[in-house]
């Protein structure tokens, strides 16, 4: 019981300091070897995540998503398309929205996890085990995740911006998922990039990479698209 009762004290230190301090310093204090006395196991995939976050606020990982499992979620999001479900993207969010087709021009679909069928639920159980993973180890408190599917038609894109909203700042972390078919070419356009001071980060949709950097401090552009670009987009929140 005593045991229980000091984990119970040292996590509602560590909502204290999440409180109180910005993302940028909580990757200073990911310290796994505090949780030796609890069941841990070291995912060196999520170390490389955690590091490059640390060092440079942004993470582009291949394969994060084996082959089939893009196969599986690229025909969720299609067939989600035929059955007409997708809706053009807003600017803004539920308190301020608008369509501008000069800023953005991308469709949408909201996930929601608890109707996933059996890719988005393949999707979201990776995610939460991230999540889990981030929480015990870098302390950032992500309670909620919101995640949509994304179609870019032919021409379209998503002028640069924050993922974050004047009144709203919950959004810690963007996740990017690439769901193109194998053999995306650069002629293809649709990169991201991403606004950095030592430089602008080009990123390419390729299919399975994902891409997560913090939300409320990296400006991003989607360039115009030269063939249809698809991809899971989502946020890491806090409550």
Known sequence: MMQRYSFCLMNAFLD??????????????????????????????????????????????????????????????????????????????????????????????WMDEAKANTAEKLFFDKINDLIAYLNKTCFLGILQKEFHYAIYPKGTFYKKHIDTFQNDDRRKLSFVCYLNEAGWLPEYGGELVLYLEEGDKVIYPLPGRVVIFESQSIPHEVKPVHAERLSITGWLKTR
């Open 16 to 109: 204290y300091i999440c409180a109180l301090l910005p993302i940028k310093d909580l990757w200073g204090v990911c310290m796994s070897h505090l949780f030796e006395s609890i069941d841990f196991e070291e995912n060196p995939l999520y170390e490389a995540i955690i590091s490059d976050l640390s060092k440079q606020q942004y993470s582009v990982v291949d394969h994060f998503f084996a082959p089939e499992e893009v196969h599986v979620l690229r025909e969720a999001l299609l067939n989600t398309n035929k059955e007409d479900q997708f809706k053009k993207a807003a600017i803004g969010n539920k308190l301020n929205v608008a369509i501008i087709k000069p800023i953005r021009g991308d469709l949408i679909f």
